[in-house]
């Protein structure tokens, strides 16, 4: 074996390599494109209830029949022993909340919303729960 085929070989090997594994660099950009995507889709479907700063400060829409002041999502975490339930927020985000002893939920269920939104493209809703729970990951209390 000749050192040229050698090095085209070592070449290979490092560019296959990169290409299967995205750079420190490629995730943090993906990660910043999701924070972003996760903050609009705040601003444009939950803010007006859970308040700009998600504390839950904003009112329920006029003709909303729900009294209730909506949640603090700031303080999810908090509730959950420090750590942020990411599980529990995509299944509400996906579901809805299930009370039974409460009736139906107060909030819409997005999982639907996103699903007529994207024509039902499964990938990008859940790209979009994903998105939005990463967004609320965020904004917790310290």
Known sequence: MGVRFLL??????????ACAFPSAAQNKQEKKL????????YKQNCAVCHGND?????????DSPYKEAP??????????K????DAYVE???????KLADHGSAEM?????VFKAVTKSDESQV???ISSLTSYLKSIQQK
């Open 8 to 17: 085209n070989l070592v070449f290979l090997s490092v560019l296959a390599a």
């Open 34 to 41: 999701q924070a972003t995507e996760g903050a609009d889709l």
């Open 54 to 62: 998600g504390k839950g400060n904003g009112p329920p829409p006029k």
């Open 71 to 80: 949640p603090d999502l700031t303080a999810l975490a908090q509730g959950n």
């Open 82 to 85: 420090g750590k942020f339930p």
């Open 91 to 97: 299944d509400v985000l996906r579901s809805g909340v």
């Open 108 to 112: 819409p269920v997005w999982g639907t």
């Open 126 to 128: 859940k790209q979009r």
